[in-house]
Nanobody
Framework: QVQLVESGGGLVQPGGSLRLSCAAS????????MSWYRQAPGKQRELVAT???????NYADSVKGRFTISRDNANSMVYLQMNTLKPEDTAVYYC?????????WGQGTQVTVSS
């Protein structure tokens, strides 16, 4: 059974930083592309960043230059380093892995950027 468990969210002031972690189990982690999504209140879920099995990365325009996605295959972990946070980054952040019968999702971790 695939499980994705996010952690690291919280309340941070504008301009601050947070590092999100996602622990994956039940899948051959190293062969999966992993992604972070976010969903703000009243908005659709949106793709934030993706890292492929070969560690190529891709980012939403809104976070380029501020966020960095990385992975640790030995420990089945994926991270999202978020710097220079803005109020508009406030959302629930979800870890994602593709699946044959549908994508796998974590439970989400809340990030709130506010003074």
């Amino acid at each position: 059974q695939v499980q994705l468990v996010e952690s690291g969210g919280g309340l941070v002031q504008p301009g601050g930083s947070l590092r999100l972690s996602c622990a994956a189990s039940g899948l051959r982690f190293s062969i999966y592309a992993m992604s972070w999504y976010r969903q703000a209140p009243g908005k659709q879920r949106e793709l934030v960043a993706t890292i492929t099995s070969s560690a190529r990365t891709n980012y939403a325009d809104s976070v380029k230059g501020r966020f960095t996605i990385s992975r640790d295959n030995a420990n089945s972990m994926v991270y999202l380093q978020m710097n220079t946070l803005k109020p508009e980054d406030t959302a629930v952040y979800y870890c994602n892995a593709p699946g044959r019968g549908g994508d796998y999702w974590g439970q989400g971790t809340q990030v709130t950027v506010s003074s």
